[in-house]
Structure formats: structure tokens, C-alpha cells
């Protein structure tokens, strides 16, 4: 059974820094395409980055390009988002997931696999 499990969300001041970090289990998805995405209340989910099988290409939102980064470690099954300078605006619950086929890295209907999402809280 494959699972996807988010951790490293939490309660932060604006300004500080939380790292994610998404094991999958069940399947090894060293050559596939990974992404993270969030949901505020009342609000879409939508894209934040996503990751290329190898690590070589990303790709982020605006509202995050230059605050986050995504990292992959394939021997580990694993893929991170750092989050840097974080805004109230970037509360949201955070999810990992792992694209099927498809280009459009930023729709998450073309992502086959989902974390159950881990709160992040960033106080003003």
C-alpha cells in the first residue's frame, strides 16, 4: 500500500523558517516527478512546487519563488520544501504528491498519490 506521510509543519512567526519532509512507503518513486501543494480554508488547493525524477528542474508558484526551495533524496524516498521567510499568507495545510503523467506540474489532477497534509501556522 502506497502512503505518503507529510511532516515538519507547525506554528511560526512570520519571518522564521519550517522545513517539510514527505517519505513515501509502499513504492519507490525515484523516477517520478513530485510536488507539494496547499489549501487554506475556503480556498483551492493549489500548486507550490514540484520537482523533476532526477532533482535537475523545479518549479514554484510565484507567491513562494525565492522563499522556498524543493530538494529530493531518492535513496530515501523522499522530498523536502524549505520554506524561508514565511507569511501569514502562507498558512494553509501542506500536501506531497507524486505526479502520474501528464506536463502541467501545476495540476493537481494530473498527481496520482497524496500525503494526508500537515498544518503550517505562521503568526503576523
Known amino acids: 500500500q502506497v502512503q505518503l506521510v507529510e511532516s515538519g509543519g507547525g506554528l511560526v512567526q512570520a519571518g522564521g523558517s519550517l522545513r517539510l519532509s514527505c517519505a513515501a512507503s509502499?513504492?519507490?518513486?525515484?523516477?517520478?516527478?513530485r510536488g507539494w501543494f496547499r489549501q487554506a480554508p475556503g480556498k483551492e488547493r493549489e500548486f507550490v512546487a514540484a520537482i523533476s525524477w532526477s532533482g535537475g528542474t523545479t518549479y514554484f508558484a510565484n507567491s513562494v519563488k525565492g522563499r522556498f526551495t524543493i530538494s529530493r533524496d531518492n535513496a530515501k524516498n523522499t522530498v523536502y520544501l524549505q520554506m524561508n521567510s514565511l507569511k501569514p499568507e502562507d498558512t494553509a495545510v501542506y500536501y506531497c504528491?507524486?505526479?502520474?503523467?501528464?506536463?502541467?506540474?501545476?495540476?493537481?489532477?494530473?498527481?496520482?498519490?497524496w500525503g494526508q497534509g500537515t498544518q503550517v501556522t505562521v503568526s503576523s
Open positions: 509502499g513504492r519507490t518513486f525515484s523516477t517520478y516527478p
Open positions: 504528491a507524486v505526479r502520474g503523467s501528464g506536463s502541467r506540474y501545476f495540476d493537481p489532477s494530473e498527481y496520482r498519490y
